[in-house]
């Protein structure tokens, strides 16, 4: 039975993802802009309410994902308000020159763990992703986000198959990106994926 993902961009819907049938929630804030890290009062209320896991975007800004030396202090913060909160797991990313920022990777999951780590789409923006598979295979990362680096996930639907084909159970290959109730089974059954995600996805 596949895992469905909700993205949200609140606390109400949140709440209206879980009534419906959600799995798991991604919570966010600043949808508009691909997600920012919600408040502690968001994220801690969402916990208090919900019995079903809690991924939490740590994002602290939108645009590109290449970060400054503060930034990566504010995302160690965020990290750290998640794990006090005691979320099921967070979702990152950071890229430079088209590469997985291994360095601030390596920084993030060493204060995330034994929290689940999700490596949200920035994988789209790399360029060699098998390479960036093996690598997070190494880093213990427990899933990619990814729409096969096309405009959505049904565009990227072949790729997602070669990813999924490559990664070959060492870690979860999840689609995203313009999934819904209409098209959310036939992606499943597509490319063979076990968890997708969407905003609309219940």
């Known amino acids: 039975m596949a895992i ?17 049938g959600a799995d798991r929630i991604e919570l966010c804030d600043n ?38 030396k503060d930034e990566i202090e504010i995302m160690k913060y965020d990290i750290q308000m998640c794990k006090d909160l005691g ?9 430079k020159e088209s590469k997985i920022d291994k360095d601030i990777i390596k920084e993030l999951i060493s204060l995330a763990k034994p929290l689940s780590i999700t490596f949200h789409m920035a994988f789209d923006e790399i360029e060699d992703k098998y390479t960036a598979i093996d690598e997070l295979v190494d880093l213990k990362i427990d899933r990619i986000l990814t729409k096969g680096g096309a405009e959505d996930a049904i565009s990227g639907k ?10 070959n159970g060492r870690i979860s290959i999840m689609p995203g990106k313009g999934v819904n109730t209409d098209n959310r089974d036939f992606l499943l059954a597509y490319t063979g994926a076990t968890e997708i995600h969407g905003s609309k996805i219940i």
Do not use: Q, W
């Open 158 to 167: 072949d790729t997602i198959i070669e990813l999924i084909n490559y990664a």
């Open 4 to 20: 469905f993902e909700a993205c949200v961009g609140n606390y109400e819907e949140a709440i209206s993802a879980a009534k419906r």
């Open 87 to 95: 979320v099921h797991g967070v979702v990152i990313g950071a890229i």
């Open 31 to 68: 949808l508009m802009e691909g997600g920012t890290t919600p408040s502690y009062g968001t994220i801690r209320k969402t916990l208090e309410k919900l019995d079903i896991p809690i991924m939490v975007i740590i994002r602290p800004r939108g645009g590109n994902f290449t970060y400054i």
